[in-house]
């Protein structure tokens, strides 16, 4: 079965609310990454978590290894969020993807 | 900065054609991957290598071929194209199998 399952599928926020995107893990993962893919399909580096929590600007992601999660909060989002948000984690040398969440802003 | 170049952008085949997609990084990485990214879905291992010469597979390496000849560059081959494997074929590297992976824009995969 899939390793990474990412939550919720789809988002819709107004501009200047937010939220968080959650990935569950079925095996002990030693890192997670999290990338946004824009409209061109460009993924974008986010965030790259061995454990602990970062935060830049308006997001901030957390990477819980022994409960076997990783969450990304969005506060004040902004148009510009607009787009697709996965999860990269891995338990060796390969990094496996979440199905991705497709975040829209709306005015 | 580096930066990750995949050709072509854009690759139309026939079905059961071999194709080659390539993929070069100056950042001096030793770990590449190949991903396959279905429409609206999110992206599946295919290949990846630790190092010069070395090959390991993903959970999607049936009807494909790597190659890692040189340290800056690693290729995939589509052995047999076929029309439901259309898809954007997307490369990374990392230096040493850990830390952050970066991305290329990717080569979408056209079968007719």
């Known amino acids: 079965g899939d390793q990474v399952e990412q939550s919720p599928s789809a988002l819709s926020l107004h501009e200047g609310t937010g939220s968080a995107l959650r990935c569950n893990f079925t095996?002990?993962?030693?890192?997670v990454q999290w990338f946004q893919q824009n409209s061109r399909g460009s993924l974008i580096n986010l965030f790259y978590?061995?454990?602990g929590t970062k935060e830049n600007g308006r997001l901030k992601s957390t990477f819980n290894s022994k409960e076997s999660y990783s969450t990304l909060h969005i506060r004040d989002a902004q148009l510009e969020d607009s787009g697709t948000y996965f999860c990269?984690?891995?338990?060796?040398?390969?990094?496996?993807f979440g199905a991705g969440t497709k975040l829209s802003v709306k005015p | 900065g580096g930066i990750i170049t995949q050709t072509p952008k854009f690759l139309i085949g026939q079905e059961g054609q071999k194709l080659t997609l390539k993929c070069q990084q100056n950042?001096?990485?030793?770990?590449m991957y190949w991903y396959r990214q279905d429409s609206g879905k999110g992206l599946r291992l295919i290949y990846y290598?630790?190092?010069?010469?070395?090959?390991q597979k993903g959970d999607l390496s049936e009807g494909y071929d790597a190659s890692r000849e040189k340290k800056s560059s690693f290729s995939l081959t589509v052995t047999s194209a076929q029309k439901n494997e259309m898809a954007v074929f997307l490369c990374?590297?990392?230096?040493?199998?850990?830390?952050?992976?970066?991305f290329g824009e990717g080569s979408k995969l056209t079968v007719l």
């Open positions: 095996t002990t993962m030693r890192a």
């Open positions: 978590l061995a454990s």
């Open positions: 950042f001096n990485h030793d770990t």
């Open positions: 290598s630790i190092t010069e010469n070395d090959l």
């Open positions: 990374a590297s990392r230096g040493q199998g850990t830390g952050q992976l970066y």
């Open positions: 990269a984690a891995e338990a060796n040398n390969a990094p496996r």
